[in-house]
Antibody
Framework: EVQLVESGGGLIQPGGSLRLSCAVS????????MSWVRQAPGKGLEWLSL???????DYADSVKGRFTITTDNSNNTMYLQMNSLRAEDTAIYYC???????????WGQGTLVTVSS | QSALTQPPSVSGSPGQSVTISCTGT?????????VSWYQQHPGKAPKLMIY???KRPSGVPDRFSGSKSGNTASLTISGLQAEDEADYSC??????????FGGGTKLTVL
């Protein structure tokens, strides 16, 4: 059974850093395009970043230079390191599995990140 | 990348049909046949309903259908049921490794 379980969210002050984790089961994280998508309160979904086989990565302009996506094949987990956090980064962050990097076919339940002083 | 444009809300009575539009540009919706649609109930993760413009994953009722014309994609739900009440978001491949989503549409079943 495919499962994506996010963790690491919480309350953080502006300018701070946070690392989100996505524990993957049911497939190997290196075999699929994997991404992070967020949803700010009352807003639409926003694609943030993608990784494939640990050496292909891409980022939305809104997070480029501040967020870093990685995977750890030994524990089948994907990460999102978030630095220089801003109030506008407040959102639910979803771990997502992509199919051929053209759509998301499976989502985690999400983890809430709140950036506030 | 700019978000795709969806109407904030649509509504319909049980048994009726509703259509949700999703407008992009020639760099996303109009440039590729990779439009997908997601259903999201409150507090839940999104669920894939339509992919590659008009294909349904296994288990999705055939009441859900998708289409595209130019830079605008559409999701049609026929025979509305109470459980269809949810938020619906479109998504398009936008080149290289990028996806772009719409702002979401709240469907109310009257």
């Amino acid at each position: 059974e495919v499962q994506l379980v996010e963790s690491g969210g919480g309350l953080i002050q502006p300018g701070g850093s946070l690392r989100l984790s996505c524990a993957v089961s049911g497939f190997t994280v290196s075999s699929r395009y994997m991404s992070w998508v967020r949803q700010a309160p009352g807003k639409g979904l926003e694609w943030l970043s993608l990784i494939y086989k640990s050496d292909i990565t891409d980022y939305a302009d809104s997070v480029k230079g501040r967020f870093t996506i990685t995977t750890d094949n030994s524990n089948n987990t994907m990460y999102l390191q978030m630095n220089s956090l801003r109030a506008e980064d407040t959102a639910i962050y979803y771990c997502a599995r992509e199919r051929g990097n053209t759509l998301v076919d499976f989502w985690g339940q999400g983890t809430l990140v709140t950036v506030s002083s | 990348q700019s978000a795709l444009t969806q109407p904030p809300s649509v509504s319909g009575s049980p048994g009726q049909s509703v259509t949700i539009s999703c407008t992009g540009t020639s760099s996303d919706v109009g440039g590729y046949n990779y439009v997908s649609w997601y259903q999201q109930h409150p507090g839940k993760a999104p669920k894939l309903m339509i992919y590659d413009v008009n294909k349904r994953p296994s288990g999705v009722p055939d009441r859900f259908s998708g289409s595209k014309s130019g830079n605008t994609a559409s999701l049609t739900i026929s025979g509305l049921q109470a459980e269809d009440e949810a938020d619906y978001s479109c998504c398009s491949y936008a080149g290289r490794y990028t996806l772009v989503f719409g702002g979401g549409t709240k469907l109310t079943v009257l």
